[in-house]
């Protein structure tokens, strides 16, 4: 299992991300290799900035991706992910756009293929890995907490082809193929702020407020999500909340930990509210 990688300009900055998705990709034989030359992808602001622009930066994505032998562009960011499948869109529909963007590449010798399928590493662990390979490979010895997946709001729409972009259960069913439980609650795809919660924090507070209280009402002993601005957000905004902290690993690192993978492979020591490994709780 061999994928095309584009990081995007988060990914290593982020709170053990880096480091459990290296360690499981390592357990399950998955290869994700590095399109060399990447560029940012724009994220979503760029788009209502500038669209040629916005367009050439993912084009360009496509066109390296291509020009490295890769079938799949996987990445690991929402905001990347919902931006090149954006781009993947408008330049499908436009050939004119595609043209432009083609004009812009010539000079590095790349045409940009926007027909390359772009998926989230959630997708290929879920989809590429078969369940006896995760029965095989996490064994009886399940993490003790219960667990509340957290998509946010830019995986699932509007660019997804998905008949549950409101009730996603990609996630869910992939923490329990790997023994882990999950609980039922309705804040999977709210919004957190996003990149707001910087400049707007008194805005942007009683969103994240309402996700960790709906989780908490429901059950769930921490939170686990795949995008590192939602991460971020979720884990470092606690300080401000009136409610009991509750940590926020990235599905990786759950995922290593049901894989019986050391703790310290999984960047855990990174979480801004501690995880209790006995208990699930906030050290």
């Not at 053990?16 to 992808?41: F, H, Q, R, T």
């Not at 724009?42 to 079938?71: I, K, P, Q, W």
């Not at 929402?78 to 004009?103: D, F, M, S, W």
């Amino acid at each position: 299992m061999r994928y095309g990688f584009f990081p995007g300009c988060s990914y290593k900055t982020a709170a053990g991300y880096k480091e459990s998705v290296d360690a499981v990709n390592e357990a399950l034989g998955i290869e994700l290799v590095e399109i060399p030359d990447w560029n940012c992808c724009g994220a979503t602001a760029t788009f209502s900035e500038d669209e040629d622009a916005a367009l050439a930066l993912t084009g360009r994505l496509f066109a390296l991706a291509r020009e490295h032998g890769f079938n799949e562009l996987v990445t690991v960011c929402n905001a990347c992910y919902t931006t090149l499948r954006k781009g993947q869109k408008i330049l499908k529909a436009h050939p004119e756009k595609l043209e432009k963007v083609n004009r812009r590449l010539a000079d590095e010798g790349l045409t940009c293929d926007p027909a390359l399928p772009v998926r989230h590493h959630l997708d290929v662990l879920a989809e590429d890995v078969p369940e006896s390979v995760w029965a095989e490979k996490t064994g009886s010895d399940a993490p003790p907490w219960k667990v509340a997946a957290y998509y946010g709001c830019q995986l699932t729409r509007p660019w997804k082809e998905s008949i549950a972009a409101e009730r996603p259960t990609q996630l869910e069913q992939l923490l329990e193929k790997a023994g882990v439980s999950t609980v039922e609650h309705s804040a999977r795809t709210l919004c957190c702020g996003a990149s707001h919660a910087v400049p707007y924090q008194d805005a942007c507070s009683p969103l994240i407020g309402r996700i960790i209280s709906e989780i908490q009402q429901k059950g769930g002993d921490l939170i686990t999500t795949l995008c590192p601005m939602c991460q971020f957000n979720l884990d470092s905004a606690q300080k401000n909340l009136q409610t009991p902290s509750v940590p926020v690993p990235f599905f990786t690192q759950i995922l290593g930990l049901a894989l019986g993978l050391p703790e310290e492979r999984l960047g855990l020591d990174k979480l801004l509210v501690p995880l209790d490994m006995k208990q699930g709780q906030a050290s």
